[in-house]
């Protein structure tokens, strides 16, 4: 088979088991099935490795040497941690935005806000994870610092897998999406602090308690 249509192969199944990850129908643990998808697809097994080795760098799926691959898990631990560099980087964002750039953005953060909102409403949880993804993306790009865009971009997919395995009550849920417009309002006052403050909030709400109540 021409490389161009193995590469091209590769990357569907790239994008289908990264869709599949994110909206939680593949779920933490769970075996990628590569001969079922190489049969789905019509073609040999190496465009499929190839996809997994990607994910697996991308922090999506966990390689078993000599065995299989399964969606990677996010521990109690590695909860917290994402946590911890997403409250510090998101805070250093809040930090660097100006009127200016808030006003570059804030168009976009709104749409985001509100179609989180809507998503919530009509009880599309895949949605709303990702208008919430980008929202706080948006947020870090109004910073206007390449390099802490980049890092945001890049964690982003062990975020929305933090996502997905808290598996928050819908009134939880809705209570923490309320807070996007809490946090334009503060910024388009000016309190940064305040806005830094609920951030931390919005973020690290239990972490744990709802990790660990998912996987007993």
């Not at 019509?42 to 969606?71: C, D, F, M, N, Q």
């Not at 709303?128 to 790009?141: G, I, K």
């Not at 109004?142 to 802490?148: G, H, P, Q």
């Amino acid at each position: 088979m021409p490389k161009c249509i193995q590469n091209s192969l590769s990357d569907q199944v790239y994008t289908m088991l990264k869709e599949q990850i994110l909206s939680g129908q593949l779920k933490g643990g769970m075996k990628i099935p590569e001969e079922s998808l190489a049969e789905q697809f019509g073609v040999s097994r190496t465009p499929i490795r190839e996809a997994i080795r990607r994910l697996s760098e991308y922090g999506l799926i966990t390689i078993k040497p000599r065995s299989h691959a399964i969606v990677s898990i996010i521990t109690e631990q590695e909860a917290n941690d994402i946590a911890k560099v997403r409250v510090t980087l998101e805070q250093l964002a809040i930090d660097s935005i100006d009127d200016a750039s808030y006003a570059e953005n804030v168009k976009e953060l709104s749409r985001y806000a509100a179609d989180c909102q809507y998503a919530m409403g009509i009880g599309d949880r895949a949605t709303v994870f990702e208008q919430d993804s980008l929202f706080h993306l948006a947020l870090v790009r109004s910073s206007r610092n390449s390099a802490l865009i980049n890092i945001c971009e890049r964690l982003d997919a062990k975020i929305q897998q933090l996502r997905i395995a808290q598996n928050l009550p819908e009134d939880e849920l809705s209570y923490y999406l309320s807070q996007h417009s809490q946090m334009m309002s503060l910024l388009r006052n000016g309190d940064k602090e305040a806005c830094k403050q609920l951030l931390y909030e919005h973020i690290t709400h239990d972490l744990t308690r709802h990790i660990a109540g998912n996987r007993t």
